[in-house]
């Protein structure tokens, strides 16, 4: 099973929005609606942003989104702050009780 | 409040076996999958397996079939996982992860990670 594609690196500058994608296939992205997105910082665990494509855990910040289209799914941060400088992840479910990470994206805030 | 709370950094030879484990604690045990991703420096997050306590049948990932367990101990509310065959490849922090509810895809706590060095 293959990662799902992401870019290696965004940047934007506060109060503005970012989008990162994340390329799977009709196998993964494509057949399943079961998309989440992690903000990783360096040294800390991996913190769960948006689930099922598009929903927010509770507590979550309503500055993050979610949304799919075909094999693609995408995180759309918007008002950017310097705190979310971080790597970004999507995970999708795979089938055969199998899951798959995208390779990761790393936000920079200038 | 649901914790996890894993063991600490080892440091193995190659060739030899690891074992991390994961303490849990809040939330009911035996119905929520575990599941294990690491990350190698420098590289992504990368996942391994995952384990429902109640049904106590792991599933890995296709590329650490045969190297990989991981089980239960439900006396102790604890998951393991055990990786053997070691190579410098595999030094990376391990971290657990609970799905946020029972039967779903996400995970929402995380253990702290364990730092896990093959070195010779």
């Known amino acids: 099973q293959s990662a799902p594609t992401q870019p290696a690196s965004v940047s934007g500058s506060p109060g503005q929005s970012i989008t990162i994608s994340c390329t799977g296939t009709?196998?993964?992205?494509?057949?399943?609606?079961?998309v989440s997105w992690y903000q990783h910082h360096p040294g800390k665990a991996p913190k769960l942003l948006i689930y099922?494509?598009?929903r927010r855990p509770s507590g979550a910040s309503p500055r993050f989104s979610g949304s799919k289209s075909g094999n693609t799914a995408s995180l759309t941060i918007s008002g950017l702050r310097s705190e979310d400088e971080a790597d970004y992840y999507c995970?999708?479910?795979?089938?055969?009780?199998?899951?798959?990470f995208g390779g990761g994206t790393k936000l920079t805030v200038l | 409040q649901v914790q996890l709370v894993q063991s600490g950094a080892e440091v193995k030879k190659p060739g030899s076996s690891v074992r991390v484990s994961c303490k849990t604690s809040?939330?009911?045990?035996?119905?929520?999958?575990i599941h294990w991703v690491r990350q190698a420096p420098g590289q992504g997050l990368d996942w391994m397996g995952m384990?429902?306590?109640?049904?106590?049948?792991?599933d890995y990932a296709r590329r650490f079939q045969g190297r990989v367990t991981i089980m239960a101990d439900k006396s102790t509310s604890t998951v393991y996982m055990d990786l053997s065959r070691l190579r410098s490849e595999d030094t990376a922090v391990y971290y657990c992860?609970?799905?946020?509810?029972?039967?779903?895809?996400?995970?929402?706590?995380w253990g702290q990670g364990t730092l896990v060095t093959v070195s010779t």
């Open positions: 992860a609970r799905v946020r509810e029972v039967g779903k895809h996400d995970f929402d706590s």
């Open positions: 809040g939330g009911n045990f035996d119905s929520f999958a």
């Open positions: 384990l429902v306590p109640y049904f106590d049948r792991p």
């Open positions: 009709s196998s993964d992205i494509g057949s399943y609606s079961l």
């Open positions: 099922e494509v598009n």
């Open positions: 995970c999708s479910y795979v089938g055969s009780f199998n899951w798959v």
